[in-house]
């Protein structure tokens, strides 16, 4: 819904955007003390799964965050499999699960729980694994130049939402081997729409979604890019996120992808992130980031030159 | 409450008894010019030394002993007429006021000489006479209605481009717009550059802004009573202009002359059609545009009947193309009957349709397309009466039924071929209403009002009705169960008492004290939770779910004049405000299209209080006001800000509007305002995290509103030339002006909104991320105008 509103915002911005100006400015912030941020999205993708731990850091600093190591790290299933994560030697912060032969994580409709010991407090975490779906098609079409929408070339994915109501989707998408993830380019899926109240269920993803493979950049005179052109390689993943990981992820976009301008009219309130990362000790120190466990399903295109 | 009900009945009944051997004088007053009714006119009998004052409809009533008496008829602006007469049988007295021609012209923000706000009952009001708002200096040199209301004490707004005004610390849609008795439910064309009222159609704007009287209800923070011209009964009148965004023609004249009258006035902003040769979108079917037609109609059937209808339309377009775009509007219709049953009875019968839609329609082709629309519409219809008992006690009566009709969405999704119906279903509600209230004089210092308002809500089905369960606060609630309600079933149903009070103790001639206290309650809830409103924000009654909103507002002021010929006026008003069951949002709410929306919405209390003072002069070459309010508008909701009291995005603690006007010569005059405001809340983070290689703001405080936006500030001014008066030394037919002016002319940046975002450059996994806050001004340089107005 979002994104209609901003749509509404850059027709109505023709009239009088020519006032309107930005400014980069530096205000003084609030120091604040720097706490845990678990970043655990797994999947059952051939290859190792990685969990990160790190720090907040002052708003400006912009420096890689802090690492968070010597951490205890692991999974666990409601059958009592347990996932050890190890610390890499060379690599302080990252902790590695690494599969034996063609072993792959996770089992659909398995719960997972995520145990993280560090600094002295254990926090914890669940996910449910739950079902993907695939993908048919990725299509690339020139668009009809028009005065909004220049001599383009967009893609779509097609792909059907599984039947039922409450299945959530992450699509992620790789241009040339290169996953896109600008604030932007968060696309995710209650069913095949936008949220629980919407109610499309079991059709194809709705235009808006499957558009949303389309990176959104510019060249260096600040002129918009065809997101894609022929040649370009591209390959999308549906991952399955629990209701609680979309709610996540929609707020991760709500609250970082500011397009700025008439757009800022209807900014919705600031407000932070919510979290599904618990600390066992209720008076111990917070936890940010979020635990997911995914299945996913994956389809590649190469667009030819005609 | 019952106390309250004994004392009005009383007194109703002492009046009528006191009553038994006066007499009348009764009748309308009107411009001499044109026919307008004159609302807000006195009439001062010399002899008793008090009066009366006409009502919306220009009528006036006075019941007295039989003697001789002299009455001075009187309107600020005009020339004062005096009668002579005895009083030996009840007597209708229409008169015609002139308006002073020889005089400079000036401005009046309030009406009325001998019962100056001194002297009125009246309270928490502001009065804008349609002159007064030509003569402010205007945005790209439309004049407009709602811009110029922000100049007065106790009205704000979050920005430019932000559609509505926010009143003593209410939100937008707390306040009850009324064209000609019609609710207005979005006021704003192209977001809130401009509202949807054509100043040449309109008579006088009224703001009530507290001390509300009974006869009106539904909204919690102010009442915007807007009057439309019921056109010249005298003789055929177009004005009309050409401004940089509007081209405006109005037209109004005689039917059958000082019988029947009608105005329609039409306004077009028309840029399109400037660029339609230029610009390939347009050709192709794409539009961008906006227009309102205003009209009305009056038949005196008779010295006891008058009709008037009355009908506004206004829409606004925006397509990228013939298949793709939004469009949204408001359409009313009024139909009023005034009756006078007797001398002393007077009485209006008001049906109203009004309505609210928008639609908004996405895809190229038919097999991936998505239409919306949603409605709002309302029939109203309304009987008022007016009592006037004696010189002591008016009396005032009457009934609201509404009918609410409401189509959150109809809407139609269509992906690769397979269609899904996404709407909302329907709501019905009623709302309905009884009121009296008493104006009297106790004595010659002490006057009162007091009244009370009784209102009855339904929810109706049809429609599903859920129950939610419990969530953290703040956090979202899941619905639980589902129950279906069939045609007839009443699903919730609300009523409550509203009583209303207000007194003047007359301190001197020229001072006064006045107070009030009102209840007001609102079944309606503005569903919005974006910075500015929004076109696409939805309108929800009150349900099984969502209760209706209270407030109870408190106010005491002092008045006072200054000067023999009572140039000057000054006014203090303090006001305290409690509200309960606010609706917020919880975090990441959806809002539109969302049929569990009731689960997003978390409720709470809030509270607003502040100072506001005003000094106006009112007479003279140099004219205008200086208002400065010092006011705070608080929310407390469960799981937002820790639980404490937060500030409203509309918050502003310093609010300084200074308006000046100077006759310069006969034909040329100035006109200038300067704006400052202190900033509006905002929410810095403190930190950041970086979250599946995206970078995240983190507030680590949790609060709400932690931080001020840098203060707002604004001078405009503007020159305005009359044309020649006289051609060829013959006076002229048609008059005409130019008004030359510039917005914001030492073209301040006024910060709209920060934003805190991550650079738009895509950072290679395992470099780091830069963050960056902007500052956005809607406006950030001087804006020039010029506009060429006429009249023939």
């Known amino acids: 819904m979002k994104s209609i509103i901003i749509k509404f915002a850059a027709a109505s911005c023709i009239i009088i955007a020519a006032v309107s100006c930005e400014t980069k400015i530096n205000p003084e912030l609030q120091a604040a003390d720097p706490i845990l941020v678990v970043d655990a999205w797994l999947n059952n993708k051939p290859g190792n799964q990685v969990i990160l731990l790190t720090k907040t850091q002052s708003y400006f600093d912009n420096t890689l965050p802090p690492v968070v190591g010597g951490a205890l790290v692991s999974v666990t299933d409601n059958n009592g499999m347990i996932f050890s994560f190890n610390e890499e030697p060379a690599n302080s912060g990252i902790y590695i699960w690494k599969p034996i032969a063609n072993e792959v994580f996770g089992t659909i409709g398995n719960s997972y729980t995520l145990n993280v010991q560090a600094e002295g407090e254990v926090f914890k975490a669940t996910s449910k694994m739950g079902g993907s779906t695939p993908l048919d098609s990725i299509i690339l079409k020139k668009n009809e130049p028009t005065q909004i929408n220049p001599d383009f070339y967009r893609a779509q994915f097609y792909a059907k939402d599984l039947i039922g109501i409450g299945n959530t989707y992450w699509i992620r998408t790789y241009k040339n081997g290169i996953l896109l993830n600008k604030p932007s380019d968060i696309n995710v899926a209650y069913d095949a729409g936008f949220s629980a109240g919407g109610s499309f269920d079991g059709i194809t993803f709705i235009p808006p979604i499957r558009g949303r493979m389309n990176p959104n950049d510019k060249d260096a005179n600040d002129k918009a890019l065809s997101p894609y052109v022929p040649g370009d390689s591209v390959y999308v993943e549906i991952h399955s996120v629990t209701n609680e990981a979309f709610y996540y992820l929609q707020q991760v976009s709500i609250q970082t992808n500011r397009p700025g301008g008439f757009s800022e009219l209807f900014a919705r309130p600031i407000a932070n992130v919510p979290t599904n990362i618990v600390n066992l000790n209720t008076t111990g120190k917070k936890a940010l980031g979020f635990f997911n466990v995914a299945a996913v399903f994956g389809k590649g295109q190469k667009f030819v030159k005609k | 409450m019952r106390f309250l009900l004994v004392v009005l009945l009383f007194s109703v009944f002492s009046g009528v008894a006191q009553t038994a051997n006066k007499l009348t004088i009764s009748g309308y007053i009107k411009d001499a010019s044109n026919g307008e009714a004159l609302i807000g006119a006195t009439v001062y009998i010399v002899e008793t030394k008090n009066g009366g004052v006409t009502n919306e409809y220009g009528f006036y009533s006075i019941t007295i002993p039989s003697a001789d008496y002299t009455l001075h008829y009187s309107y600020l602006g005009y020339s004062t007429v005096t009668k002579t007469l005895t009083l030996d049988k009840n007597t209708r007295i229409d008169i015609e006021l002139s308006s002073e021609a020889e005089q400079l012209q000036e401005v009046v923000v309030q009406a009325g000489v001998e019962q100056a706000n001194v002297q009125n009952l009246e309270m928490s009001t502001n009065k804008l006479d349609i002159k007064t708002i030509q003569r402010i200096p205007s945005f790209l040199g439309e004049s407009d209605l709602i811009r110029s209301l922000q100049l007065l004490p106790g009205v704000s707004t979050v920005g430019e481009g932000a559609g509505g005004f926010n009143v003593r610390g209410g939100s937008v849609g707390q306040n009850l717009i009324l064209l000609d008795e019609a609710p207005v439910y979005n006021s704003s064309h192209l977001l809130g550059f401009f509202s949807v009222f054509n100043p040449d159609a309109v008579k006088e704007v009224k703001l009530y802004k507290g001390a509300i009287p009974a006869r009106y209800g539904g909204r919690l923070s102010s009442l915007l009573d807007v009057r439309m011209k019921e056109g010249n009964s005298k003789k055929l009148e177009v004005t009309g202009g050409i401004g940089s965004i509007f081209s405006r023609v109005a037209v109004e004249a005689p039917l059958i002359k000082d019988k029947a009258s009608f105005i329609i006035a039409i306004r077009r902003s028309y840029i399109d059609v400037l660029a339609r040769p230029f610009v390939k979108l347009l050709q192709d079917g794409g539009a961008l545009n906006f227009y309102d037609i205003t009209l009305k109609a009056n038949y005196n059937i008779n010295p006891k009947n008058r009709v008037y209808l009355s009908g506004y339309f206004g829409r606004d377009n925006f397509k990228f193309d013939k298949n793709q775009g939004f469009s949204w509007g408001n359409a009313t219709t009024t139909l009023r009957w005034n009756h006078i049953f007797n001398d002393r009875l007077f009485s209006n019968f008001t049906a109203v349709y009004s309505n609210y839609d928008y639609s908004l329609q996405f895809g190229r082709d038919d097999k991936d397309s998505f239409k919306w629309s949603s409605v709002i519409s309302n029939y109203i219809v309304k009987p008022q009466f007016t009592y006037f008992i004696n010189g002591n006690n008016e009396l005032n ?85 589902r129950k279906y309600n069939k045609s007839g079933d009443v699903i919730a149903s609300y009523n409550n008492l509203e009583p209303r009070f207000s007194f003047k103790l007359q301190a001197t001639d020229m001072a006064s004290i006045k107070g009030s206290y009102s209840r007001m309650v609102q079944y309606l809830h503005l569903i919005s939770n974006t910075t500015a409103s929004n076109p696409l924000d939805v309108w929800n009654p009150s349900t099984n779910n969502v209760k209706p909103q209270l407030s109870d507002q408190y106010t005491l002021g002092y008045f006072r004049d200054i000067g023999k010929e009572r140039k000057y006026e000054i006014s203090v008003e303090a006001y305290w405000r409690d509200n309960q069951n606010q609706v917020d949002y919880v975090d990441g709410a959806d809002l539109l299209l969302n049929r569990y929306l009731e689960g997003d919405l978390v409720s709470g209390q809030g509270r607003a209080y502040g100072i506001e003072t005003y000094f106006q002069k009112k007479t003279g070459r140099l004219t205008g006001w200086v208002s400065y309010t010092l006011a705070r508008s608080e929310l407390k909701v469960e799981g937002i800000n820790k639980g404490d009291w937060y500030p409203t995005r509309f918050n502003q603690t310093h609010n300084l509007k200074i308006a000046a006007f100077y006759e310069i010569s006969k034909r040329w005059s100035f006109s200038a305002d300067f704006i400052y405001v202190s900033g509006t809340p905002a929410t810095f983070p403190t930190s950041r995290y970086v979250s599946q290689g995206i970078l995240v703001p983190y507030n680590a405080t949790e609060s709400r509103g932690n931080v001020e936006l840098p203060d707002y500030h604004r001078l405009d001014f503007s020159f305005r030339l009359e044309g020649k008066k006289e051609k060829n030394g013959r006076k002229r037919k048609n008059s005409d002006y130019w008004v ?53």
Request: hydrophobic fraction near 35%; aromatic fraction near 16%; charged fraction near 15%.
């Open chain 2, 397 to 481: 009566f009457g009934a609201e039924f509404i009918y609410y009709n409401f189509e959150p969405a109809n809407a139609v999704g269509v992906s690769n071929g397979q269609p899904t119906d996404v709407s909302i279903a329907k709501k019905y509600n009623l709302e309905n209403a009884i009121y009296v209230s008493n104006s009297q004089k106790i004595s010659k210092a002490l006057s009162i009002d007091y009244g009370l308002r009784y209102s009855l809500f339904h929810y109706l089905g049809p429609d599903s009705t859920y129950t939610y369960g419990n969530a953290l606060p703040g956090k979202r609630r899941l619905p639980i169960t």
């Open chain 2, 740 to 792: 030359f002016g510039i917005y914001n002319l030492y073209a301040r940046e006024n910060p709209f909104s920060i934003y805190f975002s991550q650079t738009d450059k895509r950072v290679p996994q395992g470099q780091p991320i830069s963050s960056q806050a902007t500052q956005l001004a809607i406006i950030g340089t001087l804006i020039p105008s010029i506009s060429y107005n006429f009249k023939f």
